[in-house]
């Protein structure tokens, strides 16, 4: 039975358009709907990306009064992270490395904390 998701991350990303590639290829994600700006498509307005029944929304930098967007690099460091629950960790984890993902520690067994 599929997942229904409770709880969406929504994500900006100085480079929107890199980080949908990125994260399609680094991370298995998929494209479920990408809104570019139709003067310049550098712009995403509005991404959805889907991952096993999954999904996380991102878009570009948007500075408007009503919500304060920051990115990690407006805010100071770090401001989201995502935890994915995978079959495989150590493929996951060569997956992303070899697409370039920053990685800050092995594969690990986790005793709940």
Request: charged share 20%; glycine share 6%.
């Amino acid at each position: 039975m599929p997942v229904r998701p409770a709880i969406i991350p929504c994500l900006r990303y100085e480079n929107a358009s890199a980080a949908i590639d990125f994260l399609v290829r680094a991370f298995g994600f998929e494209r479920h709907a990408v809104y570019a700006d139709p003067a310049d498509p550098s712009i995403i307005h509005h991404a959805q990306l889907v991952w096993q029944n999954q999904m996380i929304m991102l878009g570009s930098p948007r500075h408007d009064p009503k919500y304060h967007w920051r990115l990690a690099r407006e805010a100071g460091g770090v401001t989201t992270a995502l935890y994915l629950v995978v079959d495989d960790p150590d493929a996951h984890h060569a997956r992303a490395a070899a697409e370039g993902a920053e990685i800050v520690g092995p594969p690990h067994d986790n005793d709940g904390y």
